[in-house]
């Protein structure tokens, strides 16, 4: 089965730092995506790659950015953290059309 | 606007009682339903999924959702409680006519099982 990691699990980091957040999977997917979740809010999404460089904004995707360089990396960036960016952060990966995703573990960041 | 509510933050039952989390939607065509949980700190797990066909689904843990298309509704349901259920569920949905994948989420409800 398809295994995918987010290679930090929790994440302090101060206000204005340039964050990053790794995802890696283990096969060749190519639907990668990013969420948040918040309490009361469930997951929203931050941005999605459909293939390498590929990729396209969600539903927030406002003081984030993201890179595929690789097929089986996605990252996230954050370009200058800031204290409500501190959150649950998701990776997923659809396997094919009638399934659903596969999650990474999650990071929780906390930007103090 | 293509949306999914769960109308209850939280749901308390006692062990061995039945459950239900209710979901419903409201996305145009005939979508894709799925019901992930999450454990604390952890990522998201998948618990079944209807794409087609009957309406009951049956799915990981003794878990089944039923799908009712009249209703737009996709409730979660299993016959006997047990204290290791209580987490935080998600019901999620895809437009069938996403061609990404993208995933709606509702904003998940939180099941207490009690001794």
């Known amino acids: 089965d398809v295994k995918v990691t987010q290679s930090s699990r929790y994440l302090v980091k101060r206000t204005g730092e340039k964050v990053f957040l790794e995802c890696v999977q283990d096969?060749?997917?190519?639907?990668m995506f990013w969420y948040r979740q918040d309490p009361g809010l469930g997951l929203r999404l931050i941005y999605f790659s459909y293939d390498v460089k590929m990729k396209e904004k969600g539903d927030i995707p406002e003081g984030y950015s993201v890179s595929r360089e690789k097929k089986e990396r996605f990252s996230l960036i954050l370009e200058s953290a800031s204290t409500n960016q501190t959150s649950m952060y998701l990776c997923?990966?659809?396997?094919?059309?009638?399934?659903?995703?596969?999650f990474g573990s999650g990071t929780r960041l906390t930007v103090v | 606007a293509q949306s999914v509510a769960q109308p209850e933050d939280q749901v308390n039952v006692a062990e061995g009682n039945p459950l239900t989390v209710k979901c419903t939607y409201s996305v145009s065509g005939n979508p894709y339903l799925f019901w992930y949980v999450q454990y604390p700190n952890r990522g998201l797990q998948f618990l079944l999924k209807?794409?087609?066909?009957?309406?009951l689904v049956k799915g990981s843990y003794g878990f089944e959702a039923e799908f009712n298309k009249s209703q737009t509704s996709f409730h979660l349901k299993k016959p006997s409680a047990l204290v290791s259920d209580s987490a935080l569920y998600f019901c999620a949905v895809r437009p069938h006519s996403s061609n990404t994948g993208k995933l709606i989420f509702g904003q998940g409800t939180t099941l207490q099982v009690k001794p």
């Open positions: 209807y794409i087609t066909g009957d309406n």
């Open positions: 096969m060749d997917h190519e639907n």
């Open positions: 997923a990966i659809r396997r094919d059309i009638s399934n659903g995703y596969t």
